[in-house]
């Protein structure tokens, strides 16, 4: 019959203080390019920055977020199984990357009109930042979404190590950007470390679960995909206005 013990309680004592550190990481790896702008611009500059990224967070991380909370129990059952554990992550980052590259492709070709529709003209000055942080907040969420990867595969103090790095390297990158430049650098920059250390972590993750696809053979259609959408866009933008 079941009986209390406490003979696991080291090992859920370093996962609990592993999942703590990532949270922590998670958020300021999400928030540190607004508190850079925040701390160097008027109030009401940063309203018009912080809206742009309220977009990203809706329009991006609101629909990729849910698959992480679905993998999680799915992956578990998976894990005396090797082969099929990698298999489920390459599908499921796979699946990720079509979702992602859409909609932050699509979100950063269309900035204007998406701010022009679901805010109107008073918020137009936040199309450019909108534009400039939607690749970057797709990135990260499917770092989040690599969370259960790391977890299912054991490695949850790993998973919380490339969250730190996320938010320390993307701190710092924010605010020599931020001295350097200006807001647009500090969003560019968040971007570009989001996509940098997501590469990364996967390509570890990868080599780790002994993923037999490459990550670029994952990407190439996607981005391919989603490359072609600004000319495809501009050229639909052309024929409206000939007519």
């Not at 969420?141 to 259960?148: A, L, M, R």
């Amino acid at each position: 019959r079941p009986r209390l013990t406490l003979e696991n309680l080291g090992k859920h004592r370093s996962f609990a203080a592993w999942t703590y550190l990532r949270g922590i990481s998670v958020y300021f790896a999400n928030s540190s390019d607004e508190f850079v702008v925040r701390s160097s611009a008027s109030t009401a500059f940063f309203g018009i920055y912080h809206i742009s990224r309220d977009l990203t967070r809706v329009l991006i991380g609101d629909l990729i977020g849910p698959v992480r909370e679905a993998m999680l129990p799915a992956l578990s059952k998976m894990q005396d199984d090797p082969e099929r554990l990698a298999v489920a992550i390459s599908n499921i980052l796979g699946a990720a990357l079509i979702m992602a590259t859409a909609i932050s492709f699509g979100i950063a070709v269309t900035a204007p009109e998406l701010v022009l529709v679901l805010l109107g003209d008073q918020w137009g000055a936040a199309a450019i930042y909108l534009s400039l942080l939607a690749i970057g907040s797709a990135a990260n969420s499917i770092g989040e979404v690599n969370q259960s990867n790391f977890v299912t595969a054991g490695m949850q103090k790993t998973s919380a190590l490339f969250w730190t790095l996320r938010a320390v390297a993307s701190g710092l990158g924010c605010i020599t950007a931020g001295l350097l430049y200006g807001p647009s650098a500090i969003a560019v920059t968040f971007t570009v470390i989001s996509v940098l250390i997501l590469v990364i972590e996967t390509n570890y993750l990868f080599r780790a679960a002994k993923v037999k696809t490459s990550l670029l053979a994952l990407a190439f259609r996607p981005l391919l995909a989603g490359s072609l959408r600004p000319p495809f866009l501009e050229f639909l933008r052309c024929v409206s206005v000939a007519r």
